[in-house]
């Protein structure tokens, strides 16, 4: 698998796509939640085009969660080296040239765009980040308007017949770095390049401007955007505080992670709406929020812990499992501690937030399956038996799994323990934390109705 030939299918591809859509799916992610995916046209020539906040996370979550065999686009200063760039090619990646690269370089796209066209017409699925590169903020950036030059050039060159769809799709991560944390897919309507035919052929700048502004506002739709820049944080903190209270008025039938986006959307824009229409009531929620995140971070604790009063009786079955659970778990540490401890330190060495969780698993897809096939001989080789080394084998991976589960179990029980606890050794401390969040309860609940 080579540039000539990306566009073909290829079984040992297929293998390890496989394996790469189990690990990302069960593993690394908690839950993975899918909305809108019967909105993909089937058996079409398509462009995806998700927001970029997550690095290369951003290009996994579709191929994950699509069935095909993708290409992608990235920069093309990763493919320098001859070996580094056959392991691109084979995982179906082209490389793009942009004018920091030389403006020599540059005209290298000519054979990639050509690619492009042949990747498309093989019904393969073309997935381009239009952002261009990765921030991690929820808002959608100006788009870069190379999707609708290829879009455009691919139609021109077979013409106008493929009827090319453009399909936006929004991601959501609930955390940019952690493993175990949720990663919300939405797909959106397909927009057709049909549409834009006769505009582009009178005025093809004229067509590509209009098919990104289009495509931005439908991007926009599917995923969390935060328009303010002054007022981001406030925006931020209470679309996660108070998505539950949209569906509790209305809509509890419907109160799920599944429509979490929906729900958090409708929070941002009752709080635009009010910043729009009441500026003062808007600076008072403003102070509250900021007095709010100020006093539960002297505590330690975070803001999703006060949203619903702790049960003792809850926290004593979860803490008796956590107890029941620990041997277990331990094991699994303590037998996964070598890939794990390379996984973090080489995780620690990353600079940039956004390429922590890339880096995380990619270098697990490579160590932890290495780590397993050594000591998996050794079990085999060294086992009294075929079945105890099978046991110990079976092991590895399972009680692995048992213990990533387990820790961030532990974690969410801990900080459920530490609001007990604040709330009868320091009341004082907890009534003023109370008394804050009442207010902004009744702020929150007074737009809503």
């Known amino acids: 698998m080579g540039f000539n030939n990306i566009e073909k299918k290829d079984r040992w591809y297929k293998l390890l796509h496989l394996f790469v859509i189990f690990i990302h799916n069960k593993i690394f992610y908690r839950k993975v939640y899918i909305s809108n995916a019967d909105r993909i046209p089937k058996n079409s020539h398509l462009i995806f085009t998700p927001n970029h906040q997550n690095a290369l996370m951003d290009a996994i979550a579709p191929l994950c969660n699509i069935n095909q065999q993708l290409v992608f686009l990235a920069r093309s200063d990763i493919f320098q080296k001859k070996a580094i760039a056959s392991v691109l090619y084979f995982l179906k990646i082209l490389p793009v040239f942009r004018i920091r690269d030389g403006y020599s370089s540059v005209k290298k796209n000519k054979d990639t765009f050509q690619k492009t066209i042949d990747v498309i017409k093989a019904q393969n699925g073309l997935v381009i980040l239009p952002e261009g590169y990765h921030e991690g903020v929820h808002r959608l950036r100006t788009l870069k308007k190379g999707f609708a030059r290829i879009a455009f050039q691919t139609e021109e060159a077979s013409n106008f017949l493929l009827d090319i769809k453009i399909v936006p799709l929004g991601l959501h991560y609930s955390n940019y770095i952690k493993s175990r944390s949720d990663l919300y897919i939405n797909f959106g309507e397909p927009i057709p390049v049909s549409n834009y035919y006769e505009l582009y052929k009178e005025a093809p700048a004229k067509a590509i401007n209009k098919i990104t502004s289009d495509l931005a506002e439908k991007i926009k739709l599917l995923m969390i955007h935060i328009e303010s820049i002054d007022h981001y ?48 009531q808007f600076t008072i929620l403003c102070e509250l929020n900021v007095s709010f995140r100020d006093q539960i971070r002297k505590t330690g604790i975070k803001a999703e812990a006060f949203k619903n009063p702790v049960k003792f009786l809850s926290l004593i079955v979860n803490s008796m499992c956590l107890v029941i659970g620990f041997p277990i778990a331990l094991y699994g540490f303590i037998i996964n501690f070598l890939p794990i401890a390379i996984v973090k330190y080489s995780e620690n060495k990353i600079k940039d937030l956004q390429f922590k969780s890339s880096f995380k698993f990619v270098l697990s897809l490579v160590v932890f399956p290495l780590f397993y096939i050594i000591l998996s001989i050794l079990f085999f080789v060294f086992s009294a038996s075929f079945w105890y080394g099978l046991i110990l084998t079976l092991s590895l991976p399972i009680t692995g799994a048992f213990a990533l589960y387990y820790f961030s179990s532990l974690v969410a029980t801990k900080m459920k ?21 009442v207010a902004m309860d009744q702020v929150i609940n007074d737009l809503i109705i």
């Open 233 to 280: 944080d406030v925006y931020d903190s209470l679309r996660v505080m108070y998505w539950e209270n949209i569906c509790l008025n209305g809509e509890k039938e419907n109160c799920n992670k599944t429509n979490r986006i929906n729900a958090e959307q409708k929070v941002i824009k009752l709080i635009e709406q009010l910043e729009g229409n009441e500026p003062e």
């Open 417 to 437: 323990w530490k609001l007990w606890f604040l709330k009868r050794k320091k009341p004082i401390i907890y009534k003023e934390i109370q008394k804050t969040k």
